[in-house]
T-cell receptor, first 115, second 117 residues
Framework: DQQVKQNSPSLSVQEGRISILNCDYT??????FLWYKKYPAEGPTFLIS?????DKNEDGRFTVFLNKSAKHLSLHIVPSQPGDSAVYFC??????????????FGKGTKLSVKP | NAGVMQNPRHLVRRRGQEARLRCSPM?????VYWYRQLPEEGLKFMVY????????ESGMPKERFSAEFPKEGPSILRIQQVVRGDSAAYFC???????????????FGQGTRLTVV
């Protein structure tokens, strides 16, 4: 049973436009959410995160929005650049229970930004 | 400041052999996490270790898989008697404190791609 879902396996966007990547979760105990970016043959690199007590976090071209009532978060990239083309993973974690040390990842969305 | 170092980058093993994957965390990091990524899947948590201690191994298969993080040296993920289904990318991550105690993102290595033939 997938606790973190990224329902769009791929997304194609024109350079300069906005990219919106979506993520849904089922576990209401998640209290921290992260986005990672991954290029082929490399490890994931941290992009941006948000605590469950916030609904928005912004860092340069990247903004993450959290809607707790809908159990939904999204990553906005504005403006999109060709170098943003990568697989984006949504991840979540909880401070409760036995598994405090692990992140739960979605399956990823492959973003292609076309020049 | 070197990042998380994993070796080897690629590992080919025949069915029944043992695979040893090594991970050196970032300098100053005492917490290590191992994840596995199967083709077309997201990363799946396997095990969380501190120096000389296994904190959470809820994601480890019950048999053939083991992990350690000794006082000296890298963390080792060991897979005995490998089968074709073990073929995957194995990623190690490290953090300065436990992810359950502080909202610190983990830094990932480049991964080891294990192919079982």
């Amino acid at each position: 049973d997938q606790q973190v879902k990224q329902n769009s396996p791929s997304l194609s966007v024109q350079e300069g436009r906005i990219s919106i990547l979506n993520c849904d979760y089922t576990n209401s105990m998640f209290d921290y959410f992260l986005w990672y970016k991954k290029y082929p043959a490399e490890g994931p690199t941290f992009l941006i995160s948000i605590s469950s007590i916030k609904d928005k976090n912004e860092d340069g071209r990247f903004t993450v929005f959290l809607n707790k009532s809908a159990k939904h978060l999204s990553l906005h990239i504005v403006p999109s650049q060709p170098g943003d083309s990568a697989v984006y993973f949504c991840a979540a974690k909880t401070d409760y229970g036995g598994s405090q040390g692990n992140l739960i990842f979605g399956k990823g969305t492959k973003l292609s930004v076309k020049p | 400041n070197a990042g998380v170092m994993q070796n080897p980058r690629h590992l080919v093993r025949r069915r029944g052999q043992e695979a040893r994957l090594r991970c050196s965390p970032m300098k100053g990091h005492s917490h290590v996490y191992w994840y596995r990524q199967l083709p077309e899947e997201g990363l799946k948590f396997m095990v969380y270790l501190q120096k000389e201690n296994i904190i959470d191994e809820s994601g480890m298969p019950k048999e053939r898989f083991s992990a350690e993080f000794p006082k000296e040296g890298p963390s080792i993920l060991r897979i005995q008697q490998v089968v074709r289904g073990d073929s995957a990318a194995y990623f190690c991550a490290s953090s300065p404190v436990g992810q359950g105690t502080m909202n610190t993102e983990a830094f990932f290595g480049q991964g080891t791609r294990l192919t079982v033939v």
